[in-house]
């Protein structure tokens, strides 16, 4: 069974940063692309990273590009999405979620955990 556990979210001032993670089990992670995806209050799911099975090709919804990292350790089995220069905007529930296929291909996930939550107010 495909388990995704994420952490790292929490209350952040507009301008800072957080690192959220995911640690992945039931499944050979190394094998997957893998992904980010928010849903803001009232709102449907966006599509935020993905990543490449072996971490060589990441991309990103145009509203996070140039403040969003997304990243992995295979050895670990965990996601990782370094965000910066946060914005209220950004305000939303951050899922990871597993890719269908080795490589990375935009909105092409399954499986996704509880996520964890990000808020960003002064």
């Known amino acids: 069974e495909v388990q995704l556990v994420e952490s790292g979210g929490g209350l952040v001032q507009p301008g800072g940063s957080l690192r959220l993670s995911c640690a992945a089990s039931?499944?050979?992670?190394?094998?997957?692309?893998m992904h980010w995806v928010r849903q803001a209050p009232g709102k449907g799911l966006e599509w935020v990273s993905g990543i490449s099975n072996g971490g060589a090709r990441t991309i990103y919804a145009d509203s996070v590009k140039g403040r969003f990292t997304i990243s992995r350790d295979n050895a670990k089995n965990t996601l990782y999405l370094q965000t910066n220069s946060l914005k209220p905007e950004d305000t939303a529930m951050y899922y990871c979620?597993?890719?269908?296929?080795?490589?990375?291909?935009?909105?092409?996930?399954?499986?996704r955990g509880q996520g964890t939550q990000v808020t960003v107010s002064s």
């Open positions: 979620a597993k890719g269908r296929s080795a490589s990375v291909t935009e909105g092409d996930f399954e499986s």
């Open positions: 039931g499944f050979t992670f190394g094998w997957y692309s």
